[in-house]
Nanobody, 115 residues
């Protein structure tokens, strides 16, 4: 059974950048649509972006033009490059498949944006 482990979160000033990374185990990674989700404090978890096996990408309106999702099938990683961060981007970020699968929810990685 595969696992997903997120990393790269931290504290950044508004306007700054962070790159999150998700490392996957398992042999089916290249065939999966992979996604990043986020959950701000006290709010529900929502989809941020996803990338399909053909490298086509889709973004939530709130991050379009600022975030980029990338995958490396050889390394089994999916990254989220986040630029021009805003306080509203503060959340715990998770990677998972799209649609998400209960088995893949991990601890996530915390992103804090100071204004």
């Amino acid at each position: 059974q595969g696992r997903l482990v997120e990393s790269g979160g931290g504290l950044v000033q508004a306007g700054g950048s962070l790159r999150l990374s998700c490392a996957a185990s398992g042999s089916t990674f290249s065939r999966l649509t992979m996604a990043w989700y986020r959950q701000p404090p006290g709010k529900e978890r929502k989809l941020v972006a996803f990338i399909d096996p053909g490298f086509r990408t889709t973004y939530a309106d709130s991050v379009k033009g600022r975030f980029t999702i990338l995958r490396d099938n050889a390394k089994r990683t999916v990254d989220l490059q986040m630029n021009r961060l805003e306080p509203e981007d503060a959340a715990v970020y998770y990677c998972n498949t799209h649609p998400h699968s209960r088995q893949y929810w991990g601890q996530g990685t915390q992103v804090t944006v100071s204004s």
